[in-house]
């Protein structure tokens, strides 16, 4: 059973940091591209990063390019996620996520996700 357990949200202040983990099992973790998606309130899931299975090859949406840093620890079963620069409109539930699959509409349907972590960046 594919199991992805995410922590390390919290509530920042605008301008701070956080690092998110995912632990994953039930699979061959190294196997598989990885991900991060997130979701605000009243808003559709938000494709945020992807990582290849070897962690060589990153992409990120232009929302979080250059604040945001995906990364994986193959001998952990382990997926990452630094946040930096925090911004208010970061707020929302994260989620790791695998087998994510991009419709032609724009969204983004993850095959498994784990349940989430909240971050919520408030003065």
């Known amino acids: 059973e594919v199991q992805l357990v995410e922590s390390g949200g919290g509530l920042v202040q605008p301008g701070g940091s956080l690092r998110l983990s995912c632990a994953a099992s039930?699979?061959?973790?190294?196997?598989?591209?990885m991900g991060w998606v997130r979701q605000a309130p009243g808003k559709g899931l938000e494709w945020v990063s992807t990582i290849d299975y070897s962690g060589t090859f990153t992409s990120y949406a232009d929302s979080v390019k250059g604040r945001f840093t995906i990364s994986r620890d193959n001998a952990k079963n382990t997926l990452y996620l630094q946040l930096n620069s925090l911004k208010t409109e970061d707020t929302a539930m994260y989620y790791c996520?695998?087998?994510?699959?991009?419709?032609?509409?724009?969204?983004?349907?993850?095959?498994?996700r784990g349940q989430g972590t909240q971050v919520t960046v408030t003065t």
């Open positions: 996520a695998r087998d994510l699959q991009f419709q032609s509409s724009g969204t983004v349907v993850p095959g498994y």
């Open positions: 039930g699979f061959a973790f190294g196997n598989y591209a």
